[in-house]
């Protein structure tokens, strides 16, 4: 048996009852591996590592192929690692190889929502809100419970440079795995941080608002607005402006409209209508 309460190591005999009967009140992930596989022995860490994040949410299953030639028959194992996911006595998703962390947290996210996800889903409905602070106090609880939880992690970032505190948000993405960091979320976030960093120094968004109203909005106040815009997730406004911009003078900012419609895009991980929208009506203006 396994020295944590949260795995086991399963045979022929008890596979039935740790896994299958089991899978009815708690979801069972089984990792079929083997002592010779190198790939094994860098994915069973993170499992265990999940495993006791995750709290009892999930049973990991841990089963030998070599000992166990009949479970790995039985399940058509034809490559290892190989992890299945059951629950109600059914495998009901997989995966196989050694997969980054990040992906079988998502693999997990889809079926098993941790503690921490609970907190994000908290923090959001806070952040809807207008309540800032007790949002980044639950998301401060929720990075100290899963410091692994990239979702968390983008969002714990995302907030503090709402807030203002845009340096310490670089140094906290700078500061993450290098394949979180390369994620289209935190990719997203770099984007944004250049209209936070806009608006802290923008004048009050009634005052812009009236510029444009009455027409007389300059290319510094068009860029100023966009920001405000994307501060209150509304893209869409937000490339109306810079495309605005972007038409009425190539100049400002070293073609400030072009590239803000560019990290825009970012933002929305460079697909979807809104992208190609816009992306069309860019060219269109550029030809």
Not at 87 to 93: M, S, T, Y
Not at 141 to 147: G, H, I, L, V
Not at 170 to 181: F, H, I, K, S, Y
Request: glycine share 8%; proline share 3%; aromatic share 6%.
């Amino acid at each position: 048996m396994s020295e944590s309460r949260y795995i086991v190591d399963v045979t022929e005999e008890t596979f039935d009852t740790y896994v299958l009967q089991n899978s009815h009140t708690v979801p069972v992930l089984v990792d079929f591996w083997a002592d010779w596989c190198q790939p094994c022995k860098m994915l069973m860490p993170v499992l265990a590592k999940l495993a006791a994040e995750y709290d009892g949410k999930f049973i990991l299953a841990k089963v030998d192929t070599e000992q166990q030639q009949g479970l790995a028959m039985r399940y058509g194992i034809r490559s290892i690692p190989s992890v299945k996911l059951f629950i109600g006595g059914e495998a009901v998703d997989e995966f196989n190889g050694a997969l980054p962390e990040a992906e079988i947290r998502a693999f997990l996210g889809a079926h098993i929502a941790s503690a921490g996800d609970g907190l994000l889903a908290e923090a959001n409905a806070l952040i809807g809100r207008g309540e800032i602070e007790p949002a980044l106090t639950l998301l401060e609880r929720a990075r100290a419970e899963e410091p692994g939880n990239q979702q968390i992690q983008i969002a714990y970032i995302g907030l503090k440079a709402a807030l203002g505190e845009i340096d310490e948000a670089e140094r906290l993405l700078a500061a993450l795995p290098a394949e979180q960091q390369q994620s289209p979320e935190a990719s997203g976030l770099r984007a944004r941080f250049a209209f936070d960093r806009l608006l802290a120094q923008a004048p009050a968004e009634a005052q812009l608002n009236q510029a444009l109203a009455n027409g007389s909005a300059t290319s510094e106040q068009l860029h100023q607005l966009a920001a405000y815009r994307i501060s209150e997730n509304d893209l869409g406004a937000a490339l109306d402006l810079l495309l605005q911009l972007m038409s009425k003078d190539r100049d400002y900012g070293d073609d400030a409209g072009r590239k803000g419609m560019l990290a825009v895009f970012s933002m929305l991980g460079d697909s979807g209508e809104l992208v190609t929208q816009y992306r069309r009506r860019m060219f269109n203006l550029l030809h």
